[in-house]
């Protein structure tokens, strides 16, 4: 999307495209925990912050009040788009959680009996 945004034209559409994890996070020996959990804290609260966020950055965020806000050519290509609504694989990450051993299984013998 920012290569597009860049003037790229790669023609990328987010219908089809996956939406997984959360790029939201502290690691936990960073020197400045409480500066990033007050701006994600901030982020997350902060309605107009998170339209601003999604402008700035072309990333989606869990606050679905402040999808609205954005700019439309902003919240177009965004996988919590409502017109994207089922267009857009959601990954369930406590599904894989819960089924990662069993399933990894599973793909090893499909592949050896390949």
């Avoid at 003037?7 to 495209?17: D, H, I, N, R, V």
């Avoid at 502290?26 to 999604?54: C, G, P, W």
């Amino acid at each position: 999307m920012l290569a597009n945004w860049a003037g790229a034209e790669l023609g990328f559409q987010a219908a089809g495209s996956a939406v997984s994890g959360n790029p939201h996070c502290v690691i936990r020996t960073s020197a400045h925990q409480k500066e990033a959990f007050q701006f994600l804290n901030y982020i997350f609260n902060a309605t107009e912050a998170d339209a601003e966020y999604m402008d700035l950055t072309n990333c989606a965020m869990p606050n679905m009040r402040a999808l609205p806000l954005t700019q439309p050519a902003t919240r177009v290509p965004l996988p919590t788009a409502p017109e994207l609504k089922d267009k857009v694989f959601l990954k369930d990450d406590v599904w894989w959680k819960d089924s990662l051993f069993k399933v990894t299984q599973r793909f090893k013998q499909w592949q050896l009996a390949g």
